[in-house]
């Protein structure tokens, strides 16, 4: 008896130790989860503009003048612009990428402007002159378009025109993921956009850490549900089925960020069945990444050119360039022809919008 006793208290002092284990393992895996999680979306504050090649406000404002606004989004406060107030044809929404802002698309700005459109840009949480301390996770870019579009429906002014949205990256995720909601949308161009968040984590987590990626996806899983609630587990596919709006998925079939193959809405195009989904996939050499695809040939060859020369620039001081010679080596660059337009696929978008608009107004 006295053996089973002993036995029997070994036995719970093994089953109390397994338990510790696997709760220590439980809640290692979470926190950690949690922190690397947090520092893959960090705040992203505009950079110098004085030591940067992109284009800005500044040298297009005598011909795009804004209107600056601001908005509710949950807790924070986010700024937007207006350009082409003049315009009556339609309003396009833009929705940027994660790390840039909304003059991150100033080329594709005026380019709509110049076609009749109102453009509306604004800066996602934590983003340039948006509020936040950061930008908190890929569901956070629906959210802050579902705030936007809220706001200008109750905007007189603008909610009488037709809605169209043109997102790049985590952008693109969020204008094709938003047709979930009962927004009233004309058409949708989702440009290097990705499925859901989870496709995405669980892509690149496979490139940080390989198999192991696997064993904390579920803890992934459970932060962002905590974040987010049932946003989290918006797929595109799942967005573009349930709706009949026209959607242009436009990607890189050498995509460096959001793999054609793996995360990308694209890569799910057999299962959508929306019959108004049409595709453009660039194979042009040296136009088919992540970032590139909106330039042209000479803007390629232009950006290597300026590349080649700041790194002479750079080896000529030792790794430490003085701040004014960096400084002048940036005023002399030509911003505007640095960031044109590739026209074949401005054609392409030019034509799904022509097409998406024709059909918005035979409804009315």
């Known amino acids: 008896m006295e053996g089973r006793t002993r036995r029997n208290h070994r036995a719970k002092k093994i089953n109390i130790t397994i338990g510790s284990v696997i709760l220590l393992y439980l809640l290692v895996s979470f926190f950690t989860s949690k922190i690397v999680y947090d520092k893959q979306f960090p705040r992203y504050d505009r950079t110098d503009e004085t030591l940067s090649a992109s284009l800005r406000h500044a040298d297009i404002a005598g011909d795009y003048p804004r209107i600056s606004l601001t908005f509710p989004s949950g807790e924070h406060k986010l700024h937007g612009y207006l350009y082409g107030s003049q315009n009556d044809r339609g ?23 110049d076609r009749g459109l109102r453009v509306f ?35 007189e002014e603008l909610e009488r025109l037709p809605v169209l949205l043109f997102g790049h990256s985590w952008g693109g995720y969020a204008v094709a993921n938003i047709l979930a909601y009962p927004h009233e949308v004309a058409g949708v161009i989702s440009v290097s956009g990705v499925n859901s968040a989870m496709d995405m984590i669980r892509e690149q987590g496979r490139t940080l850490m390989g198999p192991l990626i696997h064993t904390q996806l579920p803890f992934i899983r459970l932060y962002q549900l905590m974040l987010f609630g ?32 793996e995360s990308a809405i694209i890569a799910f195009r057999n299962a959508i069945t929306n019959p108004r989904v049409s595709y453009i996939t660039s194979y042009a050499n040296g136009r088919n990444g992540h970032d590139n695809l909106f330039r042209t040939d000479e803007a390629i060859e232009t950006i290597e050119q300026v590349n080649a020369t700041y790194r002479q620039l750079y080896e000529q001081h030792g790794g430490n360039i003085p701040l004014e010679i960096r400084r002048a080596f940036y005023q002399g660059i030509d911003r505007i022809d640095l960031s044109r337009l590739e026209p074949t696929l401005m054609h392409a978008i030019d034509s799904f919008i022509d097409e998406a608009l024709g059909t918005e107004l035979q409804k009315m």
């Open 91 to 113: 309003l396009m929404v833009i929705a940027h990428g994660l790390g840039g802002g909304a003059d991150s698309y100033l080329s594709q700005i005026t380019h709509f402007v």
């Open 121 to 155: 840009a604004y800066d996602c949480t934590g983003s340039h002159d948006s509020e936040g301390a950061s930008t908190k996770g890929f569901p956070q870019s629906i959210l802050d378009l579902h705030a936007a579009l809220t706001f200008i429906g109750s905007q």
């Open 230 to 261: 049932s946003v989290a587990s918006s797929d595109a596919v799942s967005a573009i089925n349930g709706t009949s709006t026209p959607v242009l998925i436009i990607h890189g079939a050498e995509d460096e960020l959001v793999s054609y193959h």
